[in-house]
RNA sequence: GCGCCCGUAGCUCAACCGGAUAGAGCACCCGCCUUCUAAGCGGGUGGUUGCAGGUUCGAGUCCUGCCGGGCGCGCCA
């Protein structure tokens, strides 16, 4: 069953089409005067241009066609032509009814599912995630969520970035620290027996240290860095003894990853490294050069990518670099047709830095000609960055990167501080408030970023994403908590839900937001974009807050409460939906 | 230099195809716990939406110019 907004627009556009005008106006949103009306439509502004007449008067017209549906309680007119409604306490009853019987409290899927991949993330090898990867983590994991909901066959890609010239550094910077490591490096190339055990020594934290310095060396010092490359080169071919190294890498890495992510609750599907896509690379160009294209220019190989009109010159793709190997636009391209033959999406998304703006429009650029997508299939979805208080990109007061696992340890610090503070799960066994902890502070974050539209950048303030009171993740799950307390309680004292009955404001408003779930997922869905959704969440715990405050449930008459136990409900599973949509889960008390 | 993004309350952010009185949170002030979890609820203070024009019945939103900030501009990803 649709919700209000859409039934309620489905009427008005018939009474636009009745008056003749575009039904498409008829368009019904919720009210910006909800002092005024529940819901609004603006179409007879909009009809007054196009039919030349006055808008009071179609919105007249159109109010005359509306009078007497059962629904609405009020229907009149303000304004320049508003055209305002006010439902029937009777219909967001019933309404109210069908959401708390619905698993999916009230969303609708989409009429046409499509198959939809979700790059993001963005883990390298060798580094530690750092708080700029939060918002690829939490933005792309909540997108998928948000389209699987919907109803689309999604998966999540990490897309690990384990393989080009950055691994050849750091293969000739291990190599330069640790003899030991070299000896067998170089025993193992040159097809002669060495022990890989000694690899077992090279932990993260060196390859953390070693990268900065090799990559500045490699700017500075042209041998240094051609080496680096033929190690690249090397590699590339699965040289025996750099891959060994090399595979040591990708696991110390992986495994530190893999604890940030569960510790943010972000899970993928596929975790995809570009060197999964390496054997794809070589039969690629060949192909690239019988499609004739493929240029040379300065010893590379490039796709030109320039089209009529541009504003600015693209520089162009390069696929084979002077030196013979694959760079990141090469493996892009090969993940590209990599897919295309795995799943064939309707939809990728690429929930990356918007640095890489240029660089995404020059690989879907190539990607069309060579037939491995087509326009629209491949879509970057760009965040924006993350300063500090001083608005220049976020640094420690020791002025270094601030490591992501660093990160969460400090919020559940402060979680279980507050907690202890507000006295809260203190009684409780102590892996349970350890659990708590960690929702309370995985909560803070998340909806801390959440909450902005991903697009813009914004100031990152540790002690604002720890902050649990107002609008923040922990108030949502404060909320969450209460309802499931008082459903406890209501079943053991016995009592059950029953029809509801709208009666007091608080209930109308509670309701009228339950039903606005839908259009903020669709929102959502279509701009891309979580904070639509945490919006919601953030307005339903409110609306549910202020029911909570001003209407008791427990020692009301028997019909009023079981009325309001199904509203309470209903939000509660509407609001754990949202919140799991959110990649943000509630405990069952705190 | 060229291109892209951004500029909204003291601070951090919203604002549904261009619509009514630009909304939240924090901070600050005033109330509310012997009754369902006060991480809560109610009320209040706070705005020339960077500046100047333009289009429109109507502009934070669209167009032009300027000012300020961020990012990017082929062999790192």
């Not at 270094?400 to 279980?416: F, Q």
């Not at 720890?466 to 209501?490: I, M, N």
Request: one cysteine or more; aromatic letters at 8%; glycine letters at 8%.
């Amino acid at each position: 069953m649709s919700d209000l907004r859409r039934a309620l627009g489905e009427a008005v556009q018939a009474a636009f089409a009745a008056i003749g005008a575009p039904p498409e106006l008829g368009r019904v949103t919720a009210s910006d005067r909800p002092d005024l009306a529940d819901f609004q439509s603006n179409g007879a502004l909009a009809a007054a241009k196009t039919l030349g007449r006055n808008p009071r008067e179609i919105a007249t017209a159109v109010v005359e066609k509306l009078a007497g549906d059962p629904r609405l309680a009020a229907v009149e007119i303000a304004g320049p032509g508003f055209i305002n409604l006010k439902v029937a306490d009777a219909t967001l009853g019933a309404r109210a009814d069908t959401i708390a019987a619905d698993a999916r409290a009230g969303a609708e899927t989409v009429t046409e599912p499509r198959r939809v991949i979700v790059d993001y993330g963005g883990p390298n090898v060798a580094k530690p995630m750092h708080v700029g990867h939060l918002r690829a983590s939490i933005i792309g994991e909540s997108l998928k969520r948000l389209y699987r909901f919907r109803g689309d066959t999604v998966v999540g890609d990490a897309h690990f970035g384990d393989w080009g010239y950055q691994m050849g550094l750091l293969i000739g910077a291990v190599m330069d620290e640790s003899p030991a490591v070299a000896a067998v490096v170089d025993a193992i190339n040159a097809g002669q027996p060495g022990d890989v055990a000694a690899f077992n020594a090279v932990t993260l934290a060196d390859l953390d240290r070693l990268y900065p310095e090799a990559a500045a060396r490699g700017k500075a010092d042209t041998d240094y860095r051609d080496r680096a490359r033929r190690i690249t080169a090397a590699l590339q071919v699965k040289q025996p003894g750099y891959y060994a190294l090399w595979e040591r890498f990708r696991t110390v890495t992986k495994v530190a990853l893999e604890r940030d992510f569960h510790a943010l609750g972000v899970d993928f599907d596929w975790w995809k490294g570009e060197s999964d896509v390496e054997h794809l690379i070589a039969p690629m160009v060949a192909e690239l050069d019988a499609k004739g294209l493929l240029v040379d220019d300065q010893g590379a190989r490039i796709i030109r990518v320039v089209r009529e009109g541009d504003k600015r010159e693209l520089p162009p793709l390069l696929v084979v670099s002077s030196e013979g190997s694959a760079m990141y636009g090469t493996t892009d391209l090969a993940t590209i047709l990599d897919r295309k033959r795995e799943f064939d999406p309707h939809l990728v998304i690429y929930c990356v830095s918007p640095r890489q703006a240029h660089h995404f429009a020059t690989v879907y650029r190539a990607a069309y000609p060579a037939g491995y997508a087509v326009a629209g299939q491949l879509e970057h979805v760009g965040f924006g960055t993350m300063n500090g208080t001083d608005g220049k990109p976020f640094k420690t007061r020791e002025g270094g990167v601030l490591k992501l696992n660093d990160m969460i340890e400090m919020s559940r610090d402060k979680a279980r501080a507050r907690l202890h503070e507000a006295g809260l799960g203190e009684d409780l066994p102590a892996p349970e408030f350890e659990d708590i902890a960690g929702k309370v502070a995985v909560a803070a974050l998340k909806f801390a970023d959440l909450q902005n539209f991903r697009g813009t950048s914004y100031v990152f303030d540790l002690d604002r994403f720890t902050s649990f009171e107002g609008k923040t993740g922990p108030y949502l799950l404060y909320q969450a908590v209460r309802v499931k307390s008082l459903l406890r309680r209501a079943e053991a004292e016995g009592h059950t839900t029953g029809p509801v009955t709208v009666a007091e404001p608080a209930e109308r408003d509670l309701v009228l937001t339950l039903d606005a779930f839908d259009a903020a997922l669709a929102e959502a869905y279509d701009k891309k974009a979580p904070n639509v959704l945490a919006e919601h969440a953030y307005r339903l715990s409110q609306a549910f807050s202020k029911f909570y405050a001003a209407c008791p449930i427990l020692q009301a008459a028997p019909a009023v409460r079981a009325s309001r136990l199904t509203l309470a409900t209903a939000a509660l599973r509407q609001s754990e939906l949202a919140l799991d949509l959110l990649g943000i889960a509630a405990p069952d008390r705190m």
